[in-house]
């Protein structure tokens, strides 16, 4: 059988990249298509694709293609429909960031699978990491360029066999949005083996993720600031020199970039809880990754944070639809992590499993192939 895999574009590393990861550790041979790849501005992370065949659309070719990929998102479905997939008897598709790896055009024959991270957020009204509507004239063509994608978007989403969602919540905006029935297969994780000397809480909060608009990295550190709490912030993006000047003058909040698994593995493991506070989160592996560790979770009481944190067992919601940093204040202020067992957090992160991915997905294969 064989098989190619189709990923939106390669310039970032989050939580898209590592299902792509697992679906290449399941076919290590098959090829990459995507529409960019930009292996340098993901710093380390680069090096975990470096080997792999990676085949990017005429689009790599063009000039300035760097700084053009947001706007050239219109010529997508061009970019996705010129890759030649007619030797392929399998294809799965990553859809997130540009929407349009679905797009991709295969024989009859071809089962075509595609995983939904979430339909478009600039598309559909969701917080993006970009603000298009802060100038009247991006906001004037943005919104006529979106009508149009939303268009073409309808109409890729039609082109796969099977739809499958990385939560019940982006299950439900694929059937309010394509129109369509999903299945849900959650994202993998990789669950680790704890060294006892990592066993030891410290007294600290941490939050991981891209810094970017909509992550809520400025609502964790307004409420750790104003109640004096330590903070350790790990992630890089466009919002990284704003937050180091909202903490140039605050002492116990450090701001780390990026750092090696075996350092993040340590972060996780010491902390008394990980804060998360993305806006509208499609499923969000952090919680996932922070229980893994027997790290309980503050989360906003919306979107995936439902799917996966405990209230009161793994961790603990706060609503950020009004002034979530003094509601976020509210959870830290009686926040006791004496109250929650590491071994109930592990025990919630294995439903989340690579292992367990690894086996959904050929299950759903095996079971379409024979079918067909």
Not at 96 to 116: F, G, R
Request: charged share 25%.
């Amino acid at each position: 059988m064989k098989v190619a895999l189709v990923h939106d574009y390669l310039r970032e590393y989050g939580g898209a990249e590592r299902v792509l990861e697992v679906l290449h550790e399941i076919w290590p041979d098959a090829p990459i298509f995507t529409a960019y790849l930009n292996l340098d501005a993901m710093g380390e992370n680069g090096k975990r694709f470096k080997d792999w065949d990676i085949r990017p659309s005429w689009f790599q070719k063009f000039p300035f293609a760097k700084r053009l990929l947001s706007p050239f998102r219109i010529f997508g479905p061009m970019m996705f429909e010129s890759f030649d997939l007619s030797d392929y008897d399998l294809v799965i598709s990553s859809s997130s960031a540009t929407h349009l790896a679905k797009s991709v055009i295969t024989k009859p024959e071809t089962l075509h699978i595609s995983y939904i991270h979430t339909p478009p957020r600039f598309l559909y009204g969701y917080t993006t990491s970009f603000n298009y509507k802060k100038h009247w004239w991006t906001r004037i063509g943005g919104e006529i360029i979106n009508h149009f994608m939303r268009i073409y978007d309808f109409e890729v989403s039609q082109r796969p066999d099977i739809l499958v969602a990385n939560s019940k919540n982006v299950q439900a905006r694929i059937k309010k949005f394509y129109r369509r029935d999903s299945i849900i297969i959650y994202p993998p994780v990789t669950l680790p083996v704890i060294p006892r000397n990592l066993k030891t809480k410290k007294n600290y909060f941490l939050t991981v993720g891209r810094l970017v608009r909509g992550k809520g990295v400025d609502v964790i550190v307004e409420a750790c600031t104003r109640l004096n709490l330590p903070l350790k912030i790990v992630g890089t993006g466009p919002e990284f020199d704003n937050i180091k000047y909202q903490i140039s003058k605050i002492k116990n909040i450090e701001l780390l970039g990026q750092v090696s698994d075996e350092e993040l593995a340590r972060l996780y493991a010491g902390a008394k809880a990980t804060i998360v506070a993305s806006e509208d989160e499609d499923f969000g592996i952090v919680p996932v990754e922070s229980m893994a560790y027997g790290t309980p979770v503050i989360a906003p009481k919306a979107g995936g944070f439902l799917e996966t944190v405990i209230a009161g067992q793994t961790g603990e919601f706060f609503n950020n639809n009004n002034d979530a940093a003094a509601q976020l204040m509210k959870v830290l202020q009686n926040f006791d992590p004496k109250k929650y067992r590491a071994e109930d957090c592990r025990k919630q992160a294995q439903k989340f499993s690579k292992e367990r991915f690894k086996k959904e997905i050929w299950e759903l294969i095996d079971k379409n192939l024979r079918v067909s």
